[in-house]
């Protein structure tokens, strides 16, 4: 999305946020009892609250001025989530001489749960091929989509005509952000009579990319 600031919140901040990943899920409940449950959303869409993070007058001003920044609801961008921000072994796909571009992914439960990821955390991302770490030269990585490009010696060679192909299972090992927005344009901030300044709640919602 064109609408989106590559920046991140203080980390402090974000370490007292709560919140966590949100489905949406239509429930019907038949005379029987029974239940009919129509899955509307099929990739999570976090919700954070990050005002439980704010610990001095210090972290308000931060947060209003990077609210400011964002104009509101206007632009996205990255937030921490410290009780899911890594991946490891996570399986991508088959390498092989014509299959070299793959959407890094994380997996959760079984039967497993695949979740997208689109703002890995530069400096991060290891791929491996067949458990050996490719050179960070052969290995391209989008960091506002999550797609990885294999290339050079790493990719298998075209084979010979009537000889099947090299295959080599690619797996990755990364840091992740969560690509949000502010929930709300406006932030009210309650001021009492000793001059300290409260912000009852800070909402982040998680963007589709």
């Not at 600031?5 to 019907?28: C, Q, S």
């Not at 959760?108 to 749960?113: I, K, L, N, T």
């Not at 797609?147 to 690619?170: A, M």
């Amino acid at each position: 999305m064109t609408s989106f600031h590559d920046i991140r919140l203080p980390e402090r901040i974000e370490r007292g946020a709560v919140g966590g990943p949100k489905f949406l899920t239509n429930v019907v409940t038949m005379a029987s009892g029974h239940e009919q449950r129509n899955v509307e959303w099929s990739q999570e869409r976090p919700e954070y609250d990050i005002s439980y993070g704010l610990q001095d007058a210090e972290d308000i001003q931060s947060v209003l001025a990077f609210f400011r920044a964002r104009m509101g609801r206007a632009y996205g961008f990255r937030f921490k989530d410290w009780g899911d921000f890594q991946a490891k072994d996570q399986h991508l796909g088959t390498l092989r001489y014509d299959s070299t571009e793959f959407q890094l992914v994380k997996r959760y439960g079984d039967p497993a749960y695949t979740r997208r990821i689109t703002r890995p955390v530069e400096g991060t991302v290891t791929v491996y091929a067949d458990g050996q770490a490719l050179p960070d030269g052969d290995v391209s990585v989008d960091h506002s989509t999550g797609e990885v490009t294999i290339s050079g010696d790493s990719v298998p060679p075209e084979p010979e005509e009537g000889e099947p192909p090299e295959e080599k299972e690619l797996t990755a090992t990364f840091e992740f952000d969560v690509p949000v927005r502010f929930a709300e344009d406006a932030m009210e901030a309650m001021v009492d009579l000793q001059h300290l300044q409260t912000i009852p709640s800070i909402r982040l919602l998680g963007v589709r990319e």
